[in-house]
């Protein structure tokens, strides 16, 4: 079974211009939670969607957002980028069958996303 | 809201030797716990995790963990590290019923021959 698959890998963008970022699930799962990774912040969680709605948001601004397709897929968008969101961001998926979302997360190996 | 500390940044082992990763967590009515490890140049991978039930967790590659409710701990143990163990272990914590989960700083384990 295939893994969770991010793409792209690597992205460069400037100040300002906004971003989107693909996460594709497991086959099967229903889940897919979107963190944030940097030296300075650490480890962040973003938002899980499931079965196409947000069901758990972290306390990011308005400029991060996502949504999930018909077949479990995401997308994770940044508007206005500044150089704070350069990072790592991973995606994970799961089963998504617990309402609490504490199923057990795969994590795909992450978007470099390098803001100039 | 929940904070999770991890005391150690960096922890050095040989090989064979037993470690421990200590991870606190702030007090909290319910709280669910994990460990995580993230080798060079890729995604996170679960180790273990406590809903509930048995304060004695185990998890893959040999390590366990244990709740200690009256310490808010959650320390990581392995009795015997490969050099395979090398890499980076984040502590994360989650409370009032969802999966929000706050990390900690993480700690990189360094394992030598």
């Known amino acids: 079974k295939a893994g969770v698959t991010q793409t792209p890998r690597y992205l460069i963008k400037t100040r300002g211009q906004q971003v989107t970022l693909s996460c594709s699930p497991i086959?099967?799962?229903?889940?897919v939670s979107w963190y944030q990774q940097t030296p300075g912040q650490g480890l962040q969680f973003l938002f899980e969607?499931?079965?196409?709605?947000?069901?758990n948001k972290g306390n990011f601004p308005g400029r991060f957002s996502g949504r999930q397709f018909s077949n479990s897929r995401s997308e994770m968008n940044v508007s206005t980028l500044e150089l704070g969101d350069s990072a790592l961001y991973l995606c994970?998926?799961?089963?998504?069958?617990?309402?609490?979302?504490?199923?057990?997360?795969?994590f795909g190996p992450g978007t470099r996303l390098t803001v100039l | 809201a929940q904070s999770v500390t991890q005391l150690d940044s960096q922890v050095p082992v040989f090989e064979e030797a037993p470690v421990e990763l200590r991870c606190n967590y702030s007090s909290s009515v319910s709280v669910y716990l994990f460990w995580y490890v993230q080798y060079p140049n890729q995604g996170l991978q679960l180790l273990l995790k406590?809903?509930?039930?048995?304060?004695l967790v185990k998890g893959i590659n040999g390590f366990e963990a244990e709740f200690n409710k009256s310490q808010t701990s959650f320390h990581l143990r392995k009795p015997s590290v490969h050099i395979s163990d090398t890499a980076e272990y984040f502590c994360a914590a989650s409370s009032g019923g969802s999966y929000i989960p706050t990390f900690g700083r993480g700690t990189s384990l360094i394992v030598h021959p």
């Open positions: 969607y499931f079965s196409e709605t947000q069901r």
């Open positions: 406590y809903l509930s039930g048995s304060t």
């Open positions: 086959s099967g799962h229903r889940s």
């Open positions: 994970a998926s799961s089963l998504g069958g617990r309402s609490d979302g504490l199923d057990t997360q795969y």
